[in-house]
């Protein structure tokens, strides 16, 4: 007799801490109304031991009004980073719940509180980014990611924000699942003038971005694509490796992912700068001639190979691909600004020459030799330098290296002129 009156008290005690709960979840909905999130969440606290054991109603509801007082506190600016995570893992673990119970009340209210929770993180993560706070940002990038894993490109985003923080150990693993995934970023991006704010919006297809123009909300319309970060990702993520000491996994890395996109030519750059980092030199070359094999007349492509043959101390081959890349798009302005500055390298030892001269007539003689070279330099540059302040005009470095070197060679004419239109 004594065991049936163990059990029933065993069952009176379950009872009586099922409805204490209950009351303490209430008694938390109330402090939030209230306007006291703070409370809540203490309340809530308190009654964590027992819902575990509660029906699964009631552990959604307890996940609800715990997702809605910390998503609370973050819209008060209180610990804003942590109170969102913490209210979407509230919100996930709610949905995970009723999902696997069937019974779905609180789901759809948390699902929109996560799509305003993804929103807050993006737009804080801009913020601290635009407030050089990148680490911060870039976890903020990262968290909107675990929200929403279709939306890959705050995964992206958050392994270039770790790296602009040089925060290399975090960037590693995403720049590592970004490649799992394959992602590449590719597509195209609609967008239009607002006539209200004066900036450019962006839209998901170019239907809703016409119609906004039709509407007269937006003007100037333009549609562009968006070309593939492969090339840009498993740089980064080679280079750390390289900077790791891991070279052959670096290697490895770029090679599985040119198999993966045999077509994407920047994989290929990657490849080639990294046998370049490495001091490879005959690798390296193989693979320019390769690229340049594929895509003679890619001027994106010859421009990246300057780049990587002037970051070699390699200027002739600087200069050959620049100028081919001209050839082929004349309005190509940063190869004019890259080949401008691979000439105006060459002033560098010239004036670090005529520094050491004395005052003998043997030493003022080189003097007037090295001065003349020095002005062939700077007449040799003013054709690029001319052309890309024309391309770009509101560029004021452009403008301000051709001013410069409008004064050095006493050219008081041009000097004035270009001063005119700064």
């Known amino acids: ?8 008290a065993s069952a009176l005690l379950i009872s009586v801490a099922t409805f204490a709960q209950k009351d303490q979840i209430k008694s938390a909905e109330k402090a939030l109304k209230s306007g006291d999130a703070q409370g809540a969440i203490s309340i809530l606290k308190d009654a964590e031991n027992l819902v575990v054991n509660a029906k699964d109603v009631e ?39 009723e999902k696997e119970s069937g019974k779905l009340k609180y789901s759809t209210q948390a699902a929109t509180s996560i799509a305003q929770i993804k929103g807050n993180l993006i737009n804080s993560a801009i913020a601290d980014t635009q407030a050089n706070k990148n680490a911060e940002g870039a976890k903020k990038l990262y968290d909107a990611y675990l929200l929403d894993k279709k939306d890959t490109i705050n995964l992206y985003y958050a392994a270039s924000t770790s790296v602009n923080a040089q925060d290399y150990d975090s960037a590693l693993p995403m720049y590592e699942e970004l490649k799992k995934l394959n992602y590449s970023g590719k597509g195209t991006s609609y967008t239009a003038l607002n006539k209200a704010s004066g900036n ?117 081959d600087a ?34 020459e005529m520094n050491k001269l004395g005052n003998s007539a043997k030493d003022m003689k080189r003097y007037d030799v090295l001065k003349a070279q020095r002005e062939s330099v700077f007449k040799g540059v003013i054709p690029y330098l001319k052309k890309a302040n024309e391309l770009d005009p509101k560029n004021e470095d452009v403008a301000k290296t051709l001013l410069g070197v409008y004064k050095a060679l006493e050219m008081t004419a041009e000097a004035k002129a270009l001063k005119a239109t700064m």
């Open 200 to 316: 450019e919006d962006g839209f998901n297809t170019a239907n809703e971005r016409d119609l906004a123009v039709k509407l007269g909300t937006h003007e100037k319309p333009k549609t562009e694509s968006i070309p593939s970060k492969r090339g840009e990702i498993y740089k980064n993520l080679a280079l750390i490796l390289v900077q790791k000491g891991r070279i052959e996994d670096a290697k490895k890395a770029i090679a599985d992912a040119r198999k993966t996109n045999p077509e994407d030519s920047s994989l290929l750059l990657t490849e080639a700068n990294l046998y370049l980092e490495t001091k490879d030199f005959d690798t390296y070359k193989k693979l320019v001639g390769e690229a340049l094999q594929k895509d003679p007349n890619n001027a994106d492509l010859l421009f990246n190979l300057g780049v990587i043959s002037g970051n070699a101390k390699n200027p002739a």
């Open 319 to 352: 200069e050959k691909y620049y100028l081919k890349a001209i050839e082929i798009n004349p309005g190509y302005t940063n190869a004019y600004l890259n080949l401008a500055a691979l000439k105006l390298e060459a002033e560098k030892p010239i004036i670090d």
């Open 1 to 8: 007799m004594k065991s049936k009156y163990v059990i029933l």
């Open 59 to 97: 552990q959604a509801q307890y996940y609800f009004v715990k997702g809605n007082a910390y998503l609370d506190l973050a819209t008060k600016k209180v610990d804003e980073s942590k109170s969102l995570s913490l209210a979407a893992e509230s919100y996930k673990k709610l949905i995970d719940l």
